[in-house]
């Protein structure tokens, strides 16, 4: 990544009630369902944004299926059309 990029941020509170900083480093759509991935210094996360409108959240992916299937159809989209 390029340090002149500018990126999105959303701040996730965990379960210990610590927030924590993320960059929004892609956000799509799978089988009618919305997708968010998240990256820190320390982890990246794939999480599924649930509700509409000003009342969405963000839910984690539990069902390691669901996450390899939805990280692979990324990755192939990914490789299909490559960022600048």
Same mark, same amino acid.
Request: net charge negative; glycine share 6%.
């Given at each position: 990544?390029?340090?002149?990029?500018e990126r999105d941020y959303i701040t996730i509170?965990?379960?210990?009630?610590?927030?924590?900083?993320?960059a929004v480093e892609a956000l799509f759509d799978?089988?009618?369902?919305?997708? =968010?991935?998240?990256? /820190?210094?320390?982890?990246?996360?794939?999480?599924? #944004?649930?509700?509409?409108?000003? *009342?969405?959240?963000?839910?984690?992916?539990?069902?390691? =299926?669901?996450?390899? /299937?939805i990280l692979n159809a990324y990755e192939i989209? #990914?490789?299909?059309?490559?960022? *600048?």
């Amino acid at each position: 990544m390029k340090e002149h990029e500018e990126r999105d941020y959303i701040t996730i509170e965990d379960e210990e009630g610590k927030e924590k900083a993320y960059a929004v480093e892609a956000l799509f759509d799978m089988d009618d369902r919305s997708y =968010v991935l998240l990256s /820190s210094e320390h982890e990246t996360l794939l999480m599924r #944004v649930e509700g509409n409108g000003g *009342d969405q959240y963000l839910v984690g992916i539990t069902d390691p =299926v669901e996450r390899e /299937s939805i990280l692979n159809a990324y990755e192939i989209a #990914v490789d299909a059309a490559p960022a *600048d």
